[in-house]
C-alpha cells in the first residue's frame, strides 16, 4: 500500500508539473507520427511504382536509383533511363517497358496520423515508449498531447490525481 500512494504521489507530481503542450484538461498523450497514403495527383508529394509481377510498391526515385545502380539491364537501356530525368509518365512507360508492363504510378501524400493502442497519462512514459518502440514507428514519431474532451469520468480522475492531499490520508491513519 505505501509503494500505491507513493507512486501516486510521483504521478500527481508529474502531472502538475509537466508540459502541457497547449492542451486544455484533462488531457493525455499519444504517438503521432506520420505516413504516406494514396492521393489525387494535384495533392502528390511524392510518387510509388506498383509492379503487380512481384506484387511490390516503391517509392519510383529510389526504385529508379536502384535500377540504375544495381540493375543487370543492358546499357543502353540504362541509358534510356537516364535521359528520363524528372518525368514521371516517361518514368511509368520506361518501366512497363523494360520491367512490368502492369506497373501503376501512385500518388501520394505525407499525412499526420495517431497511433492506434497509444495512451499515456504523462509525455515523459510517451517518450519514453517512442524510445523503447521506435522499430514501430517512423523516424519523425513524436509525443502527441490530447484532451478529454467530454470524458467526465476521465476529467475526475485527472483532477483527483492532480489535486488530492495526501496529508489527509496520513491524518485519517493516526486517528
Known sequence: MYQD????????????????????????????????????????????????????????????EEIKEDSELSKEVLTELQDIEDDYDDAIEWIRKYIDEGAELIPEKKVHIIQPDTMFLTKAEAKSHITLNKHHYSSEAHTYAMTAWRAPKVERLLNILETFEW????????R
Open 5 to 64: 500512494i507513493q507512486f501516486l504521489k510521483e504521478l500527481q507530481n508529474e502531472l502538475k508539473t509537466q508540459d502541457i503542450d497547449g492542451q486544455a484538461a484533462p488531457r493525455f498523450w499519444t504517438v503521432g507520427d506520420y505516413e504516406w497514403v494514396e492521393a489525387r495527383e494535384e495533392n502528390a508529394e511524392r510518387y510509388s511504382v506498383y509492379l503487380p509481377y512481384i506484387a511490390e510498391s516503391y517509392v519510383l526515385d529510389d526504385y529508379l
Open 167 to 174: 496529508k489527509s490520508i496520513e491524518t485519517l491513519n493516526k
